[in-house]
C-alpha cells in the first residue's frame, strides 16, 4: 500500500504560475507512475501530467503542454507540477494519484488505473 498528499495549491491571477508538490509514503516514487488529475466544477475528473517511475517518461494533455511541467524532485522526494501562464481555464481541484509498477517507462492515462489518491488541493486562478 501507499499513500500520496498534495500540497501547495491557492490562488493566482492569469499568467502568474504555481507549484504543487505530491508526497508518498508507504512506497517510492521508484515504485510508482504518478499522475495529477484536476476537476473543475461539473466537469470530469481528468489526467492532466503524469510521470514514470523511471522519470524518463512523461505525458500531458494537450492544453497544457508548453505551460507545465511534470517532474521529481529529489531534494524533496516528491512530483512536482510547475504550472506556468495559468489561466481561469486551470482553475480546479488537483489530485496527485499514484500506483505500483515493475515496468519503468508504463503511464496509464486511465484514472481506474491509479490506485492510491491524495485529498485534493485547490488551484484557483482569476483573470
Known amino acids: 500500500q501507499a499513500q500520496v498528499a498534495e500540497s501547495c495549491g491557492g490562488s493566482v491571477q492569469a499568467g502568474g504560475s504555481l507549484r504543487l508538490s505530491c508526497a508518498a509514503s508507504?512506497?517510492?516514487?521508484?515504485?510508482?507512475?504518478t499522475g495529477w488529475f484536476r476537476q473543475a466544477p461539473g466537469k470530469e475528473r481528468g489526467l492532466v501530467a503524469a510521470?514514470?517511475?523511471?522519470?524518463?517518461?512523461?505525458y500531458y494533455t494537450d492544453s497544457v503542454k508548453g505551460r507545465f511541467l511534470i517532474f521529481r524532485n529529489k531534494a524533496k522526494k516528491t512530483i512536482d507540477l510547475q504550472m506556468n501562464a495559468l489561466t481561469p481555464e486551470d482553475t480546479a481541484v488537483y489530485y496527485c494519484?499514484?500506483?505500483?509498477?515493475?515496468?519503468?517507462?508504463?503511464?496509464?492515462?486511465?484514472?481506474?488505473?491509479?490506485?492510491?489518491w491524495g485529498q485534493g488541493t485547490q488551484v484557483t486562478v482569476s483573470s
Open positions: 494519484a499514484a500506483h505500483w509498477t515493475f515496468y519503468n517507462d508504463y503511464i496509464p492515462k486511465n484514472r481506474d488505473e491509479y490506485g492510491f
Open positions: 508507504g512506497r517510492t516514487f521508484d515504485e510508482l507512475y
Open positions: 510521470i514514470s517511475r523511471s522519470g524518463e517518461t512523461t
